[in-house]
């Protein structure tokens, strides 16, 4: 398989590895002129100089040649462009990396439905795996665009219960378990809140930006 990445972020860096090490043929496309010449001596891959939003910049690194394209630079609006012009190479695979989760509805409107939110993510993977659960074993039942979302109780849900959130949060999501002190309430509709509980929910990729607006992400 050939994969282009666009930037040289610890994201593309690391998945660039993991590439070259299964045999795949990658393609770094670094817009810093240092960083590139740098890339160029130290991964056994080839790396083009230039925008990566840039259509030439694709041009020249033979993108139409390539089964996937990860955009995963530092800046959130950089890879949405990068993976349009990606997009009008026919490339299969576009991969989007997001930093603020609030470009989540943008990119869907776009047509980029595959995203990656590393810090978001992997704050909830370590705080869920502190508590005990076994994120990588849910993770094999999830399909599709399914996430999970823990949040912290305030003193405005202090005293409502499961079945009450459940009316008030967006469609498709439902609460998973409350996790209170040192245990966890399975999500019954009678368990009732307190303010310091956390929430793990279930949604959809397309909520994540309305649920950190209306509720306090743990972690």
Known sequence: MRVLIVGSSRLALQASEIFIGRGDEVVIIEINPEKAAHLAETMDCAVVEGDGAD????????????????????????????????????????????????????????????????????????TEMARGLNLAEIGELLRGDARLFRFLVGEELHGSPVYQLNRELPEDTSVVVVLRADTFLPAREEVVLQAGDDVLVITRQRNLAELARRYTPSG
Not at 92 to 112: R, T
Request: proline residues 6%; charged residues 25%; negative net charge.
């Open 55 to 126: 259509p030439s910049t694709q041009a020249a690194a033979e993108a139409q040649d390539a089964q996937a394209f990860i955009a995963a630079t530092r800046e959130d609006q950089t890879n949405i462009v990068a993976a349009l012009v990606a997009r009008k190479f026919g490339i299969e695979e576009v991969i989007v990396k997001l930093e603020n989760p609030d470009y989540i509805p943008v990119c869907e409107d776009l047509g980029l439905d595959k995203l990656a939110l590393p810090e978001l993510s992997f704050a909830m993977y370590v």
